[in-house]
């Protein structure tokens, strides 16, 4: 279930332009010549009962997208693409909820900081952390 909702998330990730690499298991460094990137990191779940005979899991996953190294001084260009990428990311899951019959929706789709600076092997990026959630029921 898990390994399906990441290849799902990775397809639908792969085909918005301005995306170079889409990491489905976090880099320990990332190469600046692949950014702008997505990467998929799973974040836990809930598991339980939909009812008799019926199972459900809400598992949870960050997009983080590292537009450029947060030491470059060109912020307005930044974040113009960083806002791009975004607002493709989150257009791209809204028109296929089900990510291609892969899971029985998303169940939820936010960013919680807007943009923001995360780090690689020391390395900050200037990046969009999408968070997700989507539903599988068997």
Request: proline share 6%; no cysteine; charged share 20%.
């Amino acid at each position: 279930m898990i390994p399906d909702a990441v290849s799902a998330l990775r397809n639908v990730l792969a085909q918005i332009p301005g995306i170079k690499k889409v990491y489905d298991v976090p880099p320990l460094s990332l190469n600046t010549a692949e950014l702008p990137a997505a990467v998929i990191i799973h974040r836990g779940g809930e598991y339980r009962h939909q009812s008799v005979g019926y199972l459900r899991a809400e598992l949870k996953f960050d997009i983080v997208l590292p537009v450029e190294p947060a030491g470059q001084s060109r912020l307005p260009e930044k974040i113009e693409t960083a806002q791009a990428l975004h607002d493709a990311v989150v257009q791209a899951i809204m028109d296929d909820i089900t990510l291609g019959g892969a899971v029985d929706h998303v169940s939820e789709l936010r960013d919680d900081n807007g943009y923001t600076v995360t780090a690689w092997a020391g390395i900050e990026y200037f990046s969009y952390v999408i968070k997700v959630s989507v539903v599988v029921k068997w």
